[in-house]
């Protein structure tokens, strides 16, 4: 997770005689894909023309970075292959089993058919929906509050402990991008890096309408790709063209949500982490425009501040971390 985006996460086992001889997952982004992994590990290369291929997803069968799986498996005669489910991307869309089953290949597709386009979820909103796989995520103190009334730093105050606040971290690591308001910056001086895992940063997105952030704020500090999105009428960007700009209608009768999961589209961004304030979280929220919320509750008591978002949905996990509670909801 978070190395192969904007390529699906595909795993391959090789079969033969009822035993794996071969197995692969995909590369990171540019490197081989699964079932050319697969093959490539298996060490007696005359087994393959009486083996099984599995694959939980559709084998390519067009040029990208890589050459078609489906021709890697036609070199080696795989007389079966086993598929999870078709692959909806419009340059394979059934054209490699229609590949595969014209060179005189067995083909089975639809094998745990549900568990496989859960895990290929955020690959499949990308290219379904033409956005983004979202993630909601915030912590709220246990009155309902996720920021104090008042602060004396410009940092963030916890609300959770650190197990949990390293659990972000390993979330960033599987996830391709992060994005926050504004205020989230000013208020926190965030860096949204990895630091409490091991694994790439994702990329920063960070929503600047008005060119209200500072030059040295820590989102600009060059440790990881950073995107920031503006007002097209806001020339003080002209100055600072070392990072990548796009722009939104924020006036506009256009919704903002939806604007911005354009802009992540055409950024081939398949994945976000929403950890913005109220604000950037109910504007999603609003527009319906999420898939998970993630939420933490932790036992602190504010009193009064900044109120934790309202989100409907549907529970899957509940789960104490320490003194902590985390709640993962999906979008219904």
């Given amino acids: 997770m978070g190395t192969t985006a904007p390529n699906p996460m595909v795993g391959c086992v090789i079969v033969h005689d009822q035993k794996i001889v071969g197995e692969g997952y995909t590369s990171p982004y540019g490197g081989a ?15 393959l023309d009486q083996a099984t291929l599995y694959v939980t997803l559709e084998p390519c ?27 909806t991307h419009s340059k394979v869309g059934g054209k490699g089993v229609e590949k595969l089953k014209s060179s005189g290949c067995e083909v089975i597709v639809g094998v745990l058919e549900d568990e496989v386009k859960a895990h290929h979820k955020r690959f499949f909103t990308f290219h379904n929906k033409k956005r983004p796989y979202i993630i909601l995520k915030w912590a709220e103190t246990a009155d309902g509050f996720i920021a104090p009334q008042s602060r004396d730093e410009r940092k963030p105050v916890w609300i959770t402990n650190r197990i949990s606040r390293q659990l972000v971290h390993k979330w960033r690591t599987e996830e391709q991008s992060i994005l926050v308001g504004t205020n989230t910056v000013i208020a926190d001086n965030p860096s949204l890096t990895v630091r409490d895992w091991t694994g790439k940063n994702p990329i920063r997105i960070v929503l600047d309408k008005n ?10 500090d060059q440790k990881a790709t950073t995107i920031i999105i503006s007002d097209r009428h806001h020339a003080r960007h002209k100055e600072r063209l070392d990072y990548n700009f796009d722009f939104l209608n ?51 008591k504010f009193g009064a501040g900044t109120k934790a978002p309202e989100c409907a949905g549907h529970l899957i996990s509940e789960e104490k971390i320490i003194d902590d509670t985390l709640k993962i909801y999906v979008n219904d």
Avoid: M
Avoid at 33 to 47: P, Q, W
Avoid at 70 to 85: E, M, Q, S
Avoid at 211 to 220: E, M
């Fill in 33 to 47: 894909h699964a079932e050319v992994n697969a093959i490539n590990n298996v060490k007696n290369k005359s087994l």
């Fill in 250 to 300: 924020w006036d506009s009768n256009e919704k903002i949500a939806q604007q911005i999961c354009a802009i992540l589209f055409n950024n081939d961004i398949t994945s976000v982490i929403i950890e913005g304030g109220r604000q950037t979280l109910q504007t999603f929220i609003d527009e319906n425009l999420w898939d998970e919320a993630r939420i933490f509750t932790g036992p602190a």
């Fill in 61 to 87: 069968s067009h040029f990208g970075k890589t050459p078609p799986c489906a021709d890697a498996i036609l070199k080696f005669k795989i007389p079966k292959v086993v598929i999870g489910t078709i692959d």
């Fill in 211 to 220: 060119s209200r952030l500072s030059k040295n704020a820590a989102v600009f």
